[in-house]
């Protein structure tokens, strides 16, 4: 029962953003790693994450980082999934030179 109830507890700060740098891992099962202990965390930071990766929203930066890709009336608003803080354009680069992190 003990298990049961630590398996559901969020993800720790550093620990959360080493499991998203994984979806921008080189192969697929790294991608695969990331995107299922997101999904065992319980951690609602997780939620629009994997609804981006869904969307086809998620991209890996020039500059590593990887961030959710928004549409807004002035380009593409782009945030640190990690952080769910603003991503400066300036450091991540434009979301046109970012890497898709789908499957495909």
Known sequence: MLLLILGALPVHAEDF???V???GGAS????EKAV???GKSADPRAVPILQALGGDRLRKAPDGRV????????GA???DAATAST???STTGCAA???RLSAR
């Open 17 to 19: 953003s080493v499991v």
């Open 21 to 23: 740098a994984g979806l």
């Open 28 to 31: 697929f099962a790294e991608k």
């Open 36 to 38: 299922v202990a997101l």
């Open 67 to 74: 961030v959710i890709v928004d549409a807004v009336a002035a």
């Open 77 to 79: 608003k782009l945030t």
């Open 87 to 89: 991503a400066s354009s």
């Open 97 to 99: 030179r970012s890497r």
